[in-house]
């Protein structure tokens, strides 16, 4: 495992002319995730666990104080820092990038001046003053592109077809848009090889629309760095019959497995060990060894 100092600028160099993605460690700060919800609510529990996965192989660790699934609510902004700074200092010199997944610009600087090298935003940077909060620092930064919000996007999302409404969103990220934020991120100061996609994967998205990219893949990757997170979300669940996120361990890894194989640049997991043991296998079998 390449281990770097928690810092921005290095995510860039992390994926320069990678041909395997980075395993991004989920750790959930809250009560109410979907998997894992209560169980690294705590500081010392959620240093405790990222420490684990750093151990397991994590190339990254993402640092999230706000559930983000289907039908949750808000979390008042001094709650969620009150989560994510505590863990974030204690883990600035751990040896891996750390991300933070927050939709609020208070939290974004306050990260970001902590040593956090990247922002995770599943709203793509829309809340006044999140682009001016990453603009002027080298920090890499993930849009996501979600049909909603996390509230009300899984209450009847519709479209006619959510890859030729995604693909151009991807295309131009670093020219044009990604939901009006991609050229406003560079105009602003933030480099087009610093930011990367999420296609959103059920986050206002039906089984069918979360399947059509699956299989897109190979063409968002093509013009876009593209995070991929797919660990035990329902689409596994539909896919496979485990109706318990808890029993989508081997689901989970196949699908990571998929999406490094159509390209993606850093696969989200709950499960890095496992994901990084079929990595290491695909790997051998690719010739390209460990």
Same mark, same amino acid.
């Given at each position: 495992?390449t +281990? ?11 994926? #320069?002319g ?6 991004m ?8 995730? %979907? ?37 949750a609510?808000?979390v ?25 997944? +927050?939709?609020?610009? +208070? ?5 970001? #001046? ?15 003053? #999140? ?16 049909q909603?919000e ?21 295309r131009r ?10 050229a406003?991120?560079?105009a ?7 930011i ?5 994967f059920? %986050?206002?998205?039906? %089984? ?12 968002? #990757?093509?013009?876009a760095?593209?995070?991929?997170g ?58 390209e060894?460990?």
């Amino acid at each position: 495992m390449t +281990t770097v100092p928690s810092r921005p600028g290095r995510m860039s160099a992390l994926l #320069a002319g990678r041909p395997w993605p980075l395993v991004m460690g989920i750790v959930n700060i809250t009560p109410d995730s %979907f998997f894992d919800g209560g169980r690294h609510a705590s500081t010392a529990a959620a240093v405790g666990h990222a420490r684990r996965l750093i151990e397991e192989g994590a190339d990254l660790i993402d640092l999230g104080g706000e559930s983000t699934r289907p039908g949750a609510g808000p979390v008042p902004p001094e709650e969620e820092m009150a989560r994510v700074l505590p863990v974030l200092e204690a883990l600035r010199n751990a040896g891996v990038p750390l991300s933070v997944d +927050t939709r609020r610009p +208070t939290l974004m600087r306050a990260a970001l #001046a902590a040593g956090a090298a990247m922002i995770n935003d599943v709203s793509a940077l829309r809340e006044p003053g #999140a682009i001016e909060a990453v603009a002027g620092t080298d920090a890499s930064v993930c849009l996501m592109h979600m049909q909603g919000e996390p509230r009300t996007m899984q209450q009847a999302p519709r479209y006619g077809d959510v890859v030729a409404e995604v693909e151009p969103v991807v295309r131009r990220v670093a020219d044009v848009v990604l939901e009006a934020r991609g050229a406003a991120c560079v105009a602003a100061g933030s480099g087009r090889e610093r930011i990367l996609v999420d296609p959103g994967f059920g %986050f206002g998205k039906r %089984f069918e629309d979360n399947l059509a990219l699956a299989r897109a893949l190979p063409r968002l #990757a093509r013009l876009a760095p593209v995070l991929v997170g797919l660990s035990r979300k329902s689409m596994i669940g539909v896919m496979t019959g485990r109706t318990a996120a808890a029993d989508r361990l081997a689901g989970s890894v196949a699908a990571a497995l998929w999406a490094a194989r159509q390209g993606a640049a850093i696969v989200r997991v709950h499960d890095v060990a496992a994901t990084r043991d079929a990595l290491a296998v695909w790997r051998q079998f690719e010739g390209e060894g460990r």
